[in-house]
């Protein structure tokens, strides 16, 4: 099983060194380890690291409260993060709150023993998902204390396959689980560990702290002006397709905001071509145009979750492929939230289902009936308070973490 794992490892590295030829993320995933090793040397004075390592920004976003807690606590700790995706490191390397951000070198043993010797941290914490053998086992190796944030286990996963030894091992380097559900937790049980904690998901913690105190992007407010508004956020061409159908039958007073998972340029001419008329870019937007169309794409990163604040019902990419976007943002603004059906590995998702507030679409016919429903109760509000009330409810994980670490 250990030669399966670094065979697999190899043939990655080296297909990803193929792709790079003529795939531009392939070359960031590649050029960015170039000189790993020398840069890593240049951390100055490294007695007290944490170290944080995230899949990519959704992680880091799920990580971003802990860090802020423990980084607050203790300002001498020095907080390096790690990325796996160019997407992650790209839009994370300017954290203001992380003193070092770097990609992870790929998984081998070479590798691993090398950066834990430069970085020698004093603390590692791998968010939700992500589990390297040989680094997880060189941790083991020097007594770190290594922790899952926010970790979620489901009974297809290879830790609980007869054939996933190699995964079950990597499971006892971890000092500490802080699991988001009972189900996590029974799972780990069932394979003898018993270090684990019911905690909750960080991200809640994350989106109501951002619920408070929003950016107020001054584009989007003129553009909404107080006008009933449907975003799609997040998302893939299954989504685009619906809404696009939608905006070009209805007779609505809506306005309309695209805010696609992948910007790039194609995509985004793809999607102006779909909508047609009255539809306008962001990059294009200015105080004097923008109240002349009723659509607005969104062709940059970083807004999206502040743009939750002045929308009403938030169609959530994603739910076509079985990779759902992120629901606890629009929620915690109140939002009302659809999504595709394939939602089942999403534990929010469903339970905000189960208080109605959100509600699964397929298709456009879907959409305008629940569109329709959502405008026959007597006051939209009733419907979104559900999903602010959900965030306050089951916010506190990030306390309930540092509670077990300290």
Not at 68 to 81: A, G, Y
Not at 129 to 139: A, I, K, N, S, T
Request: proline share 3%; glycine share 4%; hydrophobic share 40%.
């Amino acid at each position: 099983m250990h030669l399966i794992y670094n065979i697999s490892v190899a043939s990655y590295s080296l297909a990803i060194k193929i792709a790079a030829l003529f795939n531009p993320k392939a070359k960031e995933f590649v050029l960015g380890r170039k000189n790993i090793f020398k840069e890593l040397k240049t951390i100055p004075q490294r007695d007290n690291v944490y170290w944080f390592h995230c899949a990519s920004l959704g992680e880091l976003e799920q990580g971003k409260p802990v860090i802020e807690r423990l980084k607050k606590t203790d300002p001498s700790i020095q907080v390096l993060i790690t990325f796996f995706s160019p997407s992650g490191y790209k839009y994370g390397k300017d954290y203001e709150i992380a003193d070092f951000v770097f990609y992870l070198p790929i998984d081998t043993q070479k590798n691993a023993k090398k950066f834990i010797e430069l970085i020698n941290p004093k603390k590692v914490f791998f968010i939700k998902y992500e589990f390297w053998y040989h680094y997880l086992f060189q941790l083991k190796e020097k007594n770190i204390p290594t922790f899952l944030i926010s970790g979620v286990f489901r009974k297809k996963q290879l830790f609980f396959k007869w054939y996933g030894t190699t995964h079950r091992e990597m499971l006892s380097c971890f000092t500490h689980f802080f699991v988001q559900n009972k189900t996590s937790k029974k799972l780990l049980n069932t394979l003898g560990f018993k270090n684990a904690s019911i905690t909750g998901d960080t991200r809640l913690d994350r989106v109501y702290q951002n619920s408070l105190f929003p950016k107020k992007p001054a584009l989007i407010e003129q553009f909404v002006n107080n006008k009933k508004t449907i975003i799609l956020g997040s998302s893939w061409p299954e989504e685009e397709k619906i809404i696009a159908n939608f905006i070009k039958s209805t007779k609505k007073d809506y306005q309309f905001i695209i805010a696609p998972h992948n910007i790039d340029e194609n995509r985004i001419k793809n999607i102006v071509e779909l909508i047609k008329v009255d539809v306008l870019k962001y990059s294009d937007a200015s105080i004097k145009n923008i109240n002349e169309y009723k659509t607005l794409v969104i062709d940059n990163i970083g807004i999206l979750a502040n743009i939750y604040q002045y929308t009403d019902i938030a169609f959530i990419g994603g739910g076509f492929s079985g990779s759902l976007h992120n629901v606890l943002e629009p929620a915690s603004f109140g939002n009302v939230i659809l999504f595709g059906p394939k939602h089942d590995k999403f534990d929010e998702a469903e339970e905000l289902l189960e208080i109605n507030g959100a509600y699964n679409i397929s298709d456009t016919d879907d959409l305008l009936a629940i569109i329709n429903h959502l405008e026959s109760g007597t006051n939209l509000t009733d419907f979104q308070e559900k999903n602010k009330n959900y965030i306050k409810n089951n916010k506190g994980a990030t306390t309930k973490i540092l509670k077990e670490l300290n």
